[in-house]
């Protein structure tokens, strides 16, 4: 997450996350990238930015030879700890890896979880993304000058929904955008979701006046003139999108997530090597450079002790940030 406001710098980098498994072919040779019964396991809904990644990220490394058989599955809860909770106590297991980015890293702090990041093998961090500005297709806000000055005159009126648990990014970018518009973060009423998914039936039934997401994760209904975008939150516009950026509009903070993966506690060498290689590979290939330009997500690529240094960074600012905002 990067965040350049009057109050902090929250440093961000990636979003997504490597696929699980590798079930090996014919000889049944596990060498290389092949992970035999490798599981992928989403901490959200499906159609959340995890989700999304995952789920991609699965079918990247299968297109690109480096499994196949790979399982994604969904334990959602408690903004990610749940799946947390789960991934800690799989102490030594080498065939499990957790998709996750801040949403985690924030969901650890607001839910006051017993396990934490700090618990877990990281593995990598993969893309950052910019969160986007969205309402329904017959909002009355056509341009987020015109949601701001409704947002201003009684902030508690206008709901806004995010895909992540107090504390996650989809929660710290409109708290950010509402100091930066002279709005008391305090009095923002703030809708969470259980990811990106659950969070788009309520901006489409008006719900929630807007909604802040990922800006991979509303791609086809911004296309499809469902919902309308009304701004960017990143420092620059995002390519093929007709908006504008939340400093160009005259807030001035900007805001980025990152998703990344990790592992249980109590691996091997070997077992951590692996998955690392693993990544690498994938981060390399054709078909995961194709995905990220489609879904509008940039290259943060970090893996292992260098990530794991990411994460503790991540951790001390996000507490930093939540009490500056008073939250």
């Known amino acids: 997450m990067r965040v350049r406001t009057p109050l902090a710098l929250l440093g961000a980098a990636l979003l997504v996350l490597v696929g699980p498994p590798l079930l090996t072919t014919g000889s049944g040779a596990d060498t290389g990238t092949q992970i035999p019964g490798l599981r992928f396991m989403v901490p959200n809904t499906p159609g959340g930015g995890y989700d999304i990644t995952a789920r991609t990220a699965a079918k990247n490394a299968e297109d690109a030879g480096l499994t196949h058989n790979i399982e994604v599955f969904n334990l959602p809860g408690a903004g990610g700890t749940v799946g947390l909770t789960r991934l800690v106590g799989e102490h030594g297991n080498g065939r499990l890896a957790m998709s996750m980015g801040l949403g985690v890293v924030g969901a650890v702090?607001?839910?006051?979880?017993?396990?934490?990041?700090?618990?877990?093998?990281?593995?990598?961090?993969?893309?950052?993304?910019?969160?986007?500005?969205?309402?329904?297709?017959?909002?009355?806000y056509k341009t987020i000058?015109?949601?701001?000055?409704?947002?201003?005159?009684?902030?508690?009126?206008?709901?806004?929904?995010?895909?992540?648990s107090p504390g996650g990014p989809d929660h710290l970018a409109?708290?950010?955008?509402?100091?930066?518009?002279?709005?008391?973060?305090?009095?923002?009423?703030?809708?969470?979701?259980d990811g990106g998914g659950e969070l788009l039936a309520s901006i489409l039934g008006n719900k929630v006046a807007f909604g802040v997401s990922?800006?991979?994760?509303?791609?086809?209904?911004?296309?499809?003139?469902?919902?309308?975008?009304?701004?960017?939150?990143?420092?620059?516009?995002?390519r093929g999108l007709d908006a504008p950026t939340l400093r160009e509009s005259?807030?001035?903070?900007?805001?980025?997530?990152?998703?990344?993966?990790?592992?249980?506690?109590?691996?091997?060498?070997?077992?951590?090597?692996k998955l690392v290689t693993l990544v690498e590979k994938l981060h390399d290939s054709p078909e995961w450079r194709e995905s990220m330009r489609k879904n509008g997500w940039d290259d943060a690529f970090l893996t292992g002790s260098a990530f794991g240094d990411f994460l503790d960074e991540q951790d001390k600012r996000v507490d930093a940030v939540l009490k500056e905002l008073g939250l």
């Open 109 to 140: 702090h607001t839910n006051k979880s017993p396990k934490t990041l700090g618990d877990t093998t990281p593995i990598a961090r993969l893309t950052e993304e910019q969160d986007i500005v969205v309402v329904a297709k017959d909002s009355p």
């Open 214 to 238: 990922g800006v991979g994760e509303y791609l086809d209904q911004i296309e499809s003139g469902e919902l309308r975008l009304l701004a960017v939150t990143g420092p620059e516009r995002v």
């Open 174 to 193: 409109p708290m950010l955008m509402a100091q930066a518009a002279g709005i008391e973060p305090k009095s923002v009423n703030y809708v969470p979701f």
């Open 145 to 164: 000058d015109d949601l701001v000055a409704a947002w201003r005159k009684d902030p508690a009126r206008l709901p806004v929904g995010g895909g992540s």
């Open 250 to 273: 005259g807030l001035d903070t900007e805001f980025t997530n990152w998703r990344g993966i990790v592992a249980p506690p109590g691996l091997t060498d070997a077992e951590r090597d």
